[in-house]
């Protein structure tokens, strides 16, 4: 496949790859897309006049004819807002209790200096890892060129 703009094609895209922080379409939607979408809008007319004859023709399949009723309502009126059931079993007075006791402990921490958290100190040694056993062959060398 040949490419009018060397920079677009596939290898350049990969060796160049994207900035962090840059937009991966900083100009928007390509020019063609737009037309596009104004040929589509010119011919809003033509389809809803097409929704409206086949939502009024008995002869349509009833599943065609609600379709259309549905089409003509979403853009007419908008789609209907959905809901959702929630139930919360939960009592939000134990969160409140604990939110003045933790206050509390601050106000007395800063008062006395002392750390909020009490706790016991505990000897502790540090180790160090130790990389698990390989098993089945050996890796190969790598050769490093100087």
């Known amino acids: 496949m040949r490419y009018d703009?060397?920079?677009?094609?596939?290898?350049?895209?990969?060796?160049?790859?994207?900035?962090?922080?840059?937009?991966?379409?900083?100009k928007g939607k390509?020019?063609?897309i737009r037309e596009v979408q104004e040929l589509a809008r010119q011919q809003t007319e033509n389809a809803i006049d097409a929704l409206v004859s086949i939502m009024g023709n008995e002869?349509?399949?009833?599943?065609?004819?609600?379709?259309?009723?549905?089409a003509l309502l979403d853009r007419g009126w908008g789609r209907p807002k959905q809901s959702v059931d929630v139930k919360v079993d939960h009592d939000a007075s134990g969160l409140a209790a604990a939110l003045a006791a933790?206050?509390?402990?601050?106000?007395?921490?800063?008062?006395?200096?002392?750390p909020i958290i009490d706790a016991e100190t505990i000897e502790a040694t540090v180790v160090e890892p130790v990389a698990p056993k390989r098993r089945g062959r050996p890796p190969k060398a790598k050769v490093v060129e100087e």
């Open 59 to 70: 002869k349509s399949n009833a599943s065609a004819r609600v379709q259309a009723a549905v």
């Open 30 to 32: 390509p020019p063609i």
């Open 102 to 114: 933790l206050r509390e402990r601050e106000a007395m921490a800063v008062a006395d200096q002392r």
């Open 5 to 26: 703009k060397p920079q677009l094609s596939p290898e350049a895209c990969r060796a160049r790859g994207w900035k962090k922080g840059q937009s991966g379409n900083p």
